[in-house]
């Protein structure tokens, strides 16, 4: 409700949670919007209107407590009021005695100063043609690759709040994140629930800030461990920054009835942009530990170290990674480079090589997406009387696979919204069908909101 005055000597504004109250000494009578009567006399509003108003300005802090406005006790609003003459003495003394005991806030008044719904949807087609030594087959498939909806929000200052939620169709409810950060000091960040810990450049990298349709196989083998709950400390100091944690390795909780196991990792890396004037320049390096054989990395690997580098000048950009998974002695080396550039302000084009290799019989198993898909590549086994397998044939695992991906993006707005489009030639040797060939194309349209 607004209250408005003609030719108004005095004015003070109280704000209320939307509604504003005009209060002040009229040298003519107010006016009511929409039509409200107006008042003959000055003394009709002071003796029935004016009450009204500091009813009203009460009123609005009690029933929109969720905006803030100015903290005051009632007797402040009084006190207010009868300096500006709104309200005689009288009338002041009178409502003191009558006044509750609450001051004119609302309770959650400085807690949550921003609240942002956060959310992405990533659509994509996939085509693959793969041969081996026996025969060819082909897969397509239409799929949402990613539906995320969430809450963000800064509570008391410094506390950051999260909440995301995996909406894939065909898929279960899944937490994405949940966690909260305390960010008061940049050198040190404190987060404690469930997010990746930090691992690879590439898997740290936001789905929607990928510049492939798809991650690299190397580095889904060996450091994509995963949301996990845990708790972790990161921060920067001048060209340095870090991050130390330590995680269940597990969806949330420890398994009760077992000796409690962890994921212990450590980031560190320097910004070096001071040396190579105003272009980008990132070396980093990471290392995980898990003692859970059961655990999202332990049941894989007992440590995983990447090192990484970046490198950015005005449209070119040059990312590179290299990995070790080792498990007892046996490992997964592997790496990827990746150039890329803008040929317009619109279109990028990329280029991706990685090569992997394994000391384990079998141990490079193709791409989920979409080669494992592939009819004619699914591991066939034989059983004897008792269900005991005496005999496996797995023509979708090799022991060294190397991979070309050559790719044209389309940012329409940056990566807020963008179009993909990505081919892939890949060779992996070794498997129980020999070598295994494959042709991957794959577009995509990824938007956030």
Same mark, same amino acid.
């Given at each position: ?262 994921? $212990?990792? +450590?980031?560190? /890396?320097? *910004? =070096?942009?001071?040396? %190579?004037?105003?272009?980008? @320049? ?128 389309? $940012?329409? +707005?940056?990566? /807020?919204? *963008? =179009?993909?489009?990505? %081919?892939?030639?890949?060779? @992996? ?21």
């Amino acid at each position: 409700m607004k209250i408005y005055m003609k030719r108004i000597s005095f004015v003070e504004t109280i704000r209320t949670s939307g509604i504003r109250a005009r209060i002040a000494r009229p040298s003519t009578c107010p006016v009511l919007p929409n039509g409200g009567r107006s008042y003959a006399t000055p003394n009709d509003f002071c003796k029935g209107k004016r009450i009204r108003l500091l009813a009203t300005a009460a009123i609005a802090a009690i029933l929109y407590p969720g905006v803030p406005v100015a903290e005051a006790t009632y007797n402040d609003l009084l006190n207010t009021l009868e300096a500006n003459n709104a309200i005689t003495t009288e009338q002041a003394t009178d409502l003191r005695g009558k006044a509750p005991n609450y001051t004119v806030r609302p309770a959650t008044s400085g807690v949550v100063k921003d609240l942002q719904i956060r959310g992405r949807i990533q659509t994509q087609f996939g085509y693959v043609d793969a041969k081996s030594d026996e025969g060819s087959d082909d897969f397509t498939t239409f799929e949402v690759r990613r539906a995320r909806i969430g809450l963000r929000g800064t509570l008391f200052d410094s506390v950051r709040a999260q909440v995301e939620a995996n909406l894939v169709p065909g898929s279960d409810l899944s937490m994405r994140s949940a966690f909260l950060q305390w960010r008061e000091h940049q050198p040190a960040y404190l987060k404690v629930g469930y997010d990746k810990p930090h691992s690879s450049l590439e898997e740290n990298t936001s789905s929607a800030e990928i510049l492939t349709v798809e991650r690299t196989l190397i580095n889904s083998l060996v450091a994509a461990p995963g949301p996990q709950t845990g708790l972790a400390l990161d921060g920067e100091l001048g060209a340095l920054y870090y991050g130390v944690g330590v995680y269940t390795d597990r969806d949330n909780r420890n398994p009760g009835g077992t000796d409690s196991k962890y994921l $212990y990792n +450590a980031l560190v /890396g320097l *910004k =070096l942009d001071d040396f %190579v004037g105003d272009n980008r @320049l990132r070396v980093q390096g990471v290392y995980l530990n898990s003692d859970d054989p059961e655990g999202k990395i332990g049941a894989k690997f007992d440590d995983v170290i990447t090192v990484a580098g970046q490198f950015a000048t005005g449209g070119f950009d040059l990312r590179a990674e290299y990995f070790i998974g080792d498990n007892d002695g046996d490992e997964i080396k592997g790496f990827y480079i990746m150039p890329s550039f803008y040929l317009t302000d619109n279109v990028q084009a990329v280029l991706r090589y990685e090569q992997v290799e394994s000391d384990r019989e079998r141990g490079v198993r193709a791409p989920s997406r979409y080669t494992r898909d592939v009819p004619s590549l699914k591991v066939r086994e034989t059983l004897d009387d008792a269900g005991e397998v005496v005999s496996k044939v797995d023509p979708q695992a090799g022991d060294e696979y190397q991979a070309l991906y050559l790719g044209l993006n389309y $940012y329409f +707005a940056g990566h /807020g919204h *963008k =179009l993909m489009f990505g %081919v892939e030639l890949a060779e @992996l040797k070794y498997t129980d069908a020999g070598t295994l060939e494959s042709t991957t194309v794959t577009t995509a349209w990824r938007m956030l909101f």
